[in-house]
């Protein structure tokens, strides 16, 4: 009996160490983007519009598939090239904002207003 619920335990450990496995490139991923998107938000209230769009840019090529973040990073980044005058830029970010998330309503209304 006690070699059975060994065996269960120990089944039950290496379950779990492949979940570990499989999830902590995902939570370094969302830790990073999470992190890349901070930056940029500093960067873009202290002025510096330049690095904050340079820091959005490298942000959008952490994870492609979080479509989520994604839309907000574009979003962000279309204010910024909108404060660097890129209107034509802006508005293509907006669109690709607006691609990735359907509801993202701010994103239609600053393409609207531009």
Known sequence: MIAFIKKIYFAK????????????????KAKSLHSRKASGNEAFTKGRYE???????????IDPLNKNTNAKLYYNRALVDAKLKKMDSAIEDCTK??????????????????
Do not use: C, H, T
């Open 97 to 114: 904002a607006i691609e990735l998330d359907s509801s993202y309503l701010k994103a239609y209304l600053k393409r609207a207003k531009w």
């Open 13 to 28: 450990f290496l379950s779990y160490e492949k979940l570990i496995w499989v999830w902590r490139p995902l939570l370094q």
């Open 51 to 61: 690095d904050a769009l340079s820091i959005y840019s490298e942000a959008l090529e």
